[in-house]
């Protein structure tokens, strides 16, 4: 049941995420930074995700420490590079960004993108990570299924958790079922498409009936679809606005409604097509 800022879900190892968290990818000013980590802390929020290539780690620690919350009552994610992945260089990797966090350990662990021919060793370096207890949880983003198959097919763990583009226009109906079935959790990026989709007339209507702005209703739809949000912003009226999520409710017309705005459009890139 979704109650509040502070609502989880269980993985399938048992370990809790909030289904709400900030997501700092673009935030490049560390002052900004650590601000937008403390400013959602004291708001209520008890995640933060975070990457190596956003390169603002350390602003994320630093934003921890200034909270004065406990480490152990937040749950901090951030992800291997491309350029790191491979057995190896993802342990090296793993360490520098544990040093940057300024922490004994983080709660997930992810690889950023699938890089054909090297996921899987990267895999084995993650499963490493968690088997010693450095990383509470492993997961994946931006894989598609044919890629969790093959991830799966020769891997000790099985991901948490998947972190993909999901949004009205890219709803990820089929992939967000078969990770259902295999209990591998979903997390959106860009969960309001990063605004464009904000002027919707449907999402307006929905909106104005509960008194709520467009994003909240999106986000409110992804909670009911029980997808993990991690909306980003650096404004501390906003990061508490899309916290405020729990006081309504969609009904199943207007799920319906957000359902038929997908148009299988996405605005970064395809997991199956990137050069970077």
Same mark, same amino acid.
């Given at each position: 049941?979704? /109650?509040?800022?502070?609502?989880?879900?269980?993985?399938?190892? !048992?370990? &809790?995420?909030?289904?709400?968290?900030?997501?700092?990818?673009?935030?490049?000013?560390?002052?900004?930074?650590?601000?937008?980590?403390?400013?959602?802390?004291?708001?209520?929020? @008890?995640?933060?995700?975070?990457?190596?290539?956003?390169?603002? =780690?350390?602003?994320?620690?630093? !934003?921890?420490? =200034?909270?004065?919350?406990?480490?152990?009552?937040?749950?901090?994610?951030?992800?291997?590079?491309?350029?790191?992945? !491979?057995?190896?260089?993802? @342990?090296?990797?793993?360490?520098?960004? $544990?040093?940057?966090?300024?922490?004994?350990?983080?709660? @997930?662990?992810?690889?950023?993108?699938?890089?054909?021919?090297?996921?899987?060793?990267?895999?084995?370096?993650?499963?490493?990570?968690?088997? &010693?207890?450095?990383?509470?949880?492993?997961?994946?983003?931006?894989?598609?299924?044919?890629? $969790?198959?093959?991830?799966?097919?020769?891997?000790? =763990?099985?991901?948490?958790?998947?972190?993909?583009? +999901?949004?009205?226009?890219?709803?990820?109906?089929?992939?967000?079922?078969? +990770?259902? *079935?295999?209990?591998?959790?979903?997390?959106?990026?860009?969960?309001?498409?990063?605004?464009?989709?904000?002027?919707?007339?449907?999402?307006?209507?929905?909106?104005? /009936?509960?008194?709520?702005?467009?994003?909240?209703?999106?986000?409110?739809?992804?909670?009911?679809? *029980?997808?993990?949000?991690?909306? /980003?912003?650096?404004?501390?009226?906003?990061?508490?606005?899309?916290? *405020?999520?729990?006081?309504? &409710?969609?009904?199943?017309? =207007?799920?319906?409604?957000?359902?038929?705005?997908?148009?299988? &459009?996405?605005?970064?890139?395809?997991? *199956?097509?990137?050069?970077?």
């Amino acid at each position: 049941m979704l /109650k509040n800022l502070q609502s989880k879900k269980t993985l399938h190892n !048992g370990i &809790e995420i909030p289904y709400v968290g900030l997501g700092v990818f673009q935030m490049k000013d560390p002052r900004e930074t650590v601000e937008a980590v403390k400013s959602a802390i004291q708001a209520g929020y @008890l995640s933060v995700d975070t990457a190596a290539v956003y390169e603002n =780690e350390e602003s994320v620690g630093q !934003g921890v420490r =200034e909270s004065g919350a406990r480490r152990e009552d937040l749950f901090i994610t951030s992800k291997v590079w491309n350029s790191d992945q !491979g057995y190896d260089t993802t @342990l090296k990797a793993f360490e520098t960004s $544990l040093k940057k966090l300024d922490m004994d350990y983080m709660d @997930l662990y992810l690889i950023h993108w699938p890089v054909e021919g090297k996921y899987k060793d990267t895999w084995k370096a993650l499963e490493r990570l968690y088997s &010693e207890g450095l990383v509470k949880s492993i997961g994946v983003s931006n894989f598609h299924q044919h890629h $969790l198959e093959d991830l799966m097919s020769s891997s000790n =763990e099985k991901p948490v958790i998947n972190q993909i583009e +999901c949004h009205p226009r890219l709803n990820q109906e089929k992939l967000r079922a078969f +990770c259902q *079935d295999e209990h591998i959790a979903v997390e959106a990026w860009s969960p309001i498409a990063q605004g464009r989709v904000l002027d919707e007339p449907a999402l307006k209507q929905i909106a104005e /009936k509960h008194g709520k702005s467009s994003a909240q209703v999106i986000l409110r739809w992804h909670l009911q679809n *029980d997808v993990v949000i991690i909306p /980003k912003s650096v404004h501390s009226n906003r990061i508490k606005e899309n916290g *405020d999520l729990f006081n309504f &409710e969609l009904s199943s017309s =207007e799920m319906n409604q957000i359902n038929d705005l997908n148009q299988d &459009e996405r605005f970064g890139p395809d997991p *199956d097509n990137f050069d970077f």
